[in-house]
């Protein structure tokens, strides 16, 4: 019977200089990865070598005021032995980006684009690094630790009047990106000067 | 009275003259039809769509019927869980642990409750008789989830009896809930270190009548469905995932159990007390569709011997762990004894004294492994929670699963992947 320990160690023999000793705490085995451009190589390692077929997550934690800022934790798990293991990387500010694992494992698609939403790290590689719960355009990453609780104001895209409208040149017309939603609404044309009719 | 006969009704030497005279007036076919400028045709389904149960949206890209392209748009429900967590106690997160799968809140507070225990340290301390009412607890969110996933799902495909069939048999659950926590949806009952209240008088015998009567219904429900016709040519051979995509895409629960791989986490890393209980974990063979709503219905079953066993090993003693600084000591001690008033204060102002360090907790929830991963930096407050839900995850392999399968075939296959958008974007 294979235990979490005795494939950390594996690992860590296979990468002596970038791995640290592995860490328990209440029975998880957790291991340092110092280069976070090693990432792939170690994951890919890791799964082909080792059996960790199943990625469970990818996790970001803000450490806001410590350097290195980030850090990233990945939490792998095999079937064939059924060990869960967890890597850990730290990552600074200045740089926040790190190459992709999706090339390992497809689940970690969606995990990154998770954590670019949340915290803006960039992953390098991602095939389709956009936003996954906020929208397309949102100017700030909301889980890092100094955005507030309450949220920042934000204008939210105007998806429907940000281009003319279907019945442009017909007897009703919008004008896009008025201030409010009464300036948006549809009004009568006056044909002659296909100027608005003015608000009574 | 002269005949009844139709406004638009001619006489059928008529109807053949005038056929004639058309097709001799009609121009001849051309030869050869130019070739149509074919063009791919994008789709907007959902966010408000009835198979997309809530609010998922995938824009499809069509050839015709065929789908050539499926991009998911999730997040229409982020409500942002994981950073209210970061700005409050351990215990005052209960609550929103009930607003992620909704259909099965109870199973989402024992798998938060276990999670934060974990990290204290004290997940193989609890009481037995806790452990066992937690036990029921999950498997009654599982039948629950379950009859609702197999009744809309149902419905997708085109039965609406089942539905109306299995709702009757939730309602029965909705009752047990309210019975036992006071609430039927949004239940709350763990609390760090125990439950909320002990079961109700007369609960028991209630929920052994349930049992009897769901198994009842969980047969009826087969019939109208594992040898219809329309069901089964509506599912089987559609969606099929292969094991191997089924790991590679980090799929969970019934999802990755259809594709043939038996895992369950309450067999590989028993939590609670599921390594003294019998029951099997069921597979399915094809990974198809058919094969997941299989699975339910055979996990169902399990539930009910998981439940049957439960109640009958039902030990006494209470159901909160002695300890004044994880659980809140019992009310008329805090109002007549010092020790338990400041216990009991220290309890509600500054939460649970946790240790730095960092857990995951996965716990296999009706719709998959869910996972709490706690970041403490010690004290009552998490400084880093992040859930995996299973409903993000599995939706993750859509864009791989989707394209070369027909648009109506989108229905049949969200519909076996039994999702949640409250869970999945939290």
Redesign the interface.
Known sequence: MTTSLELAERLRAKFPALISAPAE??G?I?LEVSDPEAIPEVCAFAKRELGF?????I?S??HCGEDPRF?L?Y?LYG?GH?C?L?LKLRLSEEKSELPTVTGV???A???ER?IYD?MGLRFRGHPDLR?????EGYPYF??RKD?P?SGKPTRLPEVAFTEPAPLDGGPFVTIAGGKDTIAREPRARIPETDALEPRK | MGEIRDLQYQEPAARAAQAARALAGAPAPAAELPDLPSEKMVLNMGPSHPSTHGVLRIVLELDGEVITKAMPDVGYLHRGDEKIAENMTYSQFVPYTDRLDYLAPLANNVAYALAVEKLLGIDRQLPPRCQFIRVICCELARISSHLLGLGSYAMDVGAMTVFLHTFTEREKIYNLCESLTGARFTTSYTRIGGLSRDLPPGWIDQCRKFCREVVVNIDETETFLTRNRIFVDRTRGVGVISREDAIDYGLSGPNLRGSGIEHDLRKAHPYLVYDQLQFDVPVGSAGDSYDRYLVRIEEMRQSVRLLEQCLNKMPAGPVNIQDGKIALPPKDRVLTRMEELIHHFINVTQGVNAPPGEIYFGHENPKGELGFYIHSKGGGTPHRLKIRSPSFVNLGILPKLLPGHMISDVVAILGSFDFVMGECDR
Do not use: G, K, Q, S
């Open positions: 705490f209440r998880e957790t077929d199943y990625l469970v997550d996790t934690v803000d850090t934790a939490h079937y059924l869960p967890r494992w497809r689940a698609d969606w995990h998770e949340m936003r996954i719960l906020m929208w909301p889980l955005f609780l």
